[in-house]
C-alpha cells in the first residue's frame, strides 16, 4: 500500500494526521486504490482470493459511506472528497488529478452502456453537481453546487445552472 503513489498522493490531499479516524471518505479511496491493485495483478489464484475479499469490504463500504468508486473507472492521483455521502462514479469515467468531490456528486451516463465523462486535471466539483454522458471537462475547470453538466467545459471555465451554463472564463494573462 505504501508503494502505490495515487494512494500517497490522496493521503497527502487530506493533509490529516490520522485520516482513517477524520474522514469516512478516505475509506472509499482506499478501496477503490486496493482495487485498482487487485486488477493490476497477474491472473491466477492470488488475484482470485483478493478478490472474495475485496466485493464485500467495496460493498460494505458503498453501502456505509454513500459513496461508490467502482475499480473501473480511472482516478488519478489526488482525490479529495469533501463530506462524505451520495456520490456515484460510473465504472466507464475517467477523472484526472488533484480533483475534488463535494457530497451528491454523480459522475456517470445519460442512459444505459451510454459514454461517460472524461475530466481533467484539478477540477473542482461543487455539492449535488451531476457530470452526465460522453462529455469533457477541462482541467482547472469549476462545477458550481446543484449543476447538471451535459456538455463539455473548456479548461479553466466556471460552470453552474441546471443546465450547467459557462460564466467565467479565465483571462488571457492568468497562467493555465
Known amino acids: 500500500m505504501s508503494q502505490d503513489p495515487d494512494w500517497r498522493a490522496d493521503l497527502e490531499r487530506y493533509n490529516l494526521r490520522r485520516p482513517f479516524l477524520k474522514e ?15 486488477e ?14 475485496y466485493w464485500p469490504v467495496f460493498r460494505l463500504t458503498e453501502t456505509a459511506f454513500g459513496i461508490s468508486l467502482p475499480r473501473g473507472a480511472r482516478i488519478g492521483p489526488g482525490l479529495r472528497i469533501w463530506h462524505f455521502g451520495n456520490i456515484f462514479v460510473n465504472e466507464q469515467a475517467v477523472i484526472g488529478a488533484r ?40 482541467d ?32 488571457a494573462d492568468s497562467p493555465a
Open 140 to 171: 482547472g475547470c469549476k462545477i458550481g453546487a446543484m449543476s447538471v453538466v451535459l456538455h463539455d467545459v473548456p479548461a479553466g471555465a466556471t460552470a453552474v445552472g441546471a443546465p450547467a451554463r459557462i460564466v467565467a472564463m479565465p483571462s
Open 99 to 138: 480533483c475534488t468531490l463535494r457530497q451528491g456528486v454523480t459522475i456517470g451516463n445519460r442512459h444505459a452502456d451510454g459514454p461517460s465523462p472524461v475530466i481533467g486535471d484539478d477540477v473542482e466539483l461543487g455539492a449535488y453537481a451531476q457530470v452526465l454522458g460522453g462529455i469533457h471537462l477541462g
Open 40 to 53: 493490476a495483478r497477474p491472473a491466477g489464484w492470488v488475484r482470485k482470493l483478493h478478490n472474495v475479499f
Open 24 to 38: 469516512q471518505s478516505i475509506w472509499a479511496i482506499w478501496v477503490y486504490r486496493w482495487g485498482r491493485r487487485i
